[in-house]
């Protein structure tokens, strides 16, 4: 296999999170991300490196036997958002399951396997979005939406996007109309010049309140006042209690904020989880999908056992919501987040939730647990993407705890940390995974580790 060449072959296995192993007619083997098991595509190779070949999918020349849904949302396989809306949702949850056990067997032999949880909603399941400004083509016409799969550039406009509601929908089409009138630019994150960079919705799927944020530059100075009651004057289902502006002029392509005005209502919106409310701020982290997060930590508290009587520390803590579902079961739920107003608005939310036993501390976890008084007799985890930083599990395996529950947003990472638990004696006990992001490629896993005495 050459660099440059085309081939065509049949996709076999794919491995997390969207490494597809193709076979061609010749009987060679190569890494076509994106490719569904069963399809037969045809792939330009991009990458050689001894017997390890990565290619681009060009095309799928004919759909697999398990791509049997029959009605795909039309932006399907040009935006970046969604990978599996073909396939049923039970050959989804088949297939996710799969590449989490192939991960976890290459590093444990012996373990009880619980399966994966499905999401209790198909569509409409996620309560944050963060839409990007942009065209759709060159010198095309202003847009917002997601980014093209494999595309830093194209903006494919998801005005039918089924993984959020309708409000979410409605919102995105009134603002790119709202701007396309009055000739407003997006920001152009070649040449650096612009206004507008991004927009993230959150609503909370039980409260039914929704948060708009507006992310532009400081280039020029628009009057929104225009805007906001545009966005006030629509008939959403859900109830607009927060409306900001936020200035960023830094040129990474990610949403922040180097100063927020609020342009209506408050800074916050409410969600509900079990019997507890919670605060979430822009930049707070909160499980996107709701539904899904209440099963995932019932799953956390079933692994835990019995906590009366102990000191948890809930490691990677953002706005408190793991803390506080156990605080009422434990003797102390001690929280690390190292995104301030996450911290805050915990704080508020175990106030607000009447719970006394809850602490929340901020900074990186790596310093922090070095400061706190109180010994762990059980340890949540549940870092971002990349995982634990090796200094931090270190320290972590000192605590020399029984128990720790791992909860993982990526089961690569997961992998590569359970390897250091093991050579620390730990075992893993049991796992499962949640699957909280149905069509798309990710995944959620709960490992729960012991200490061999
Ligand atoms: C996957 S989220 C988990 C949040 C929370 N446990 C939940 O279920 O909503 C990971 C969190 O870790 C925080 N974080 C990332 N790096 C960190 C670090 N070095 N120290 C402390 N917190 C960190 C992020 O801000 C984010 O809130």
Known sequence: MKKGQVYQGVAGEIRFPNRTVVTTDEGEECIVPNALPGQRVEFRVERVRGTRREGRLLSVVQKSEIETVKEVCPHFGRCGGCLYQSVPYIQQLRIKEYQ??????????????????????????????????????????????????????????????????????MILMFTTLYFRTLNVPF?????????????????????????????????????????????????????????????NDREADIVESQQTTVLYGQD???????????????????????????????????????????????????????????????????????????????????EENGLTNCTFLCGDVL????????????????????????????????????????????PTSLQRDLVTLFQAGYILERACAVDMFVGTQNIEVIALLEKQR
């Not at 976890?104 to 198909?122: R, T």
């Not at 020399?400 to 529950?405: E, F, L, N």
Request: hydrophobic residues 40%.
């Open 100 to 169: 989490v056990r192939r991960l976890l067997n290459e590093v444990c032999e012996d373990y009880k396997w619980e399966g994966i949880k499905a999401s209790p909603e198909q569509y409409a399941y996620r309560n944050k979005m963060e839409f990007s400004f942009g065209n759709e083509e060159k010198d095309g016409p202003l847009t917002l939406g997601l980014h093209r799969r494999g595309g830093y550039y194209d903006i494919v406009p998801v005005t039918d996007c089924r993984i959020v509601d309708d409000d979410f929908r």
């Open 187 to 247: 920001y152009h994150k070649l040449k650096h010049e612009g206004y507008l960079r991004h927009l993230l919705v959150r609503k909370g799927l039980k409260t039914g309140e929704i948060m708009v944020a507006l992310v532009t530059t400081s280039a020029l100075s628009v009057d929104l006042s225009g805007y906001v009651n545009t966005l006030l004057s629509m008939t959403t289902e859900g109830t607009i209690v927060s409306i900001l502006h936020m200035i």
């Open 268 to 350: 916050f919106i409410t969600e509900e989880l079990f019997d507890l409310r919670f605060r979430i701020t822009p930049f707070s982290f909160f499980q996107t999908n709701t539904a899904g997060a209440e099963i995932l930590y019932d799953t956390v508290r079933g692994y835990l056992g019995t906590t009366r009587e102990k000191e948890v520390y809930d490691l990677y803590s953002g706005t408190g919501t793991i803390a506080q579902v156990l605080a009422p079961a434990a003797k102390k739920v001690i929280g690390v987040e190292i995104v301030e107003e996450a911290v805050l608005a915990a704080r508020q939310n175990a």
């Open 367 to 410: 310093k922090v647990i070095d400061e706190i008084e109180e010994r762990p007799d059980l340890i949540v985890l549940d870092p971002p993407r990349e995982g634990i930083h090796p200094k931090t599990l270190d320290k972590i395996i000192q605590f020399d705890v029984d128990r720790i529950c791992y909860i993982s947003c990526k």
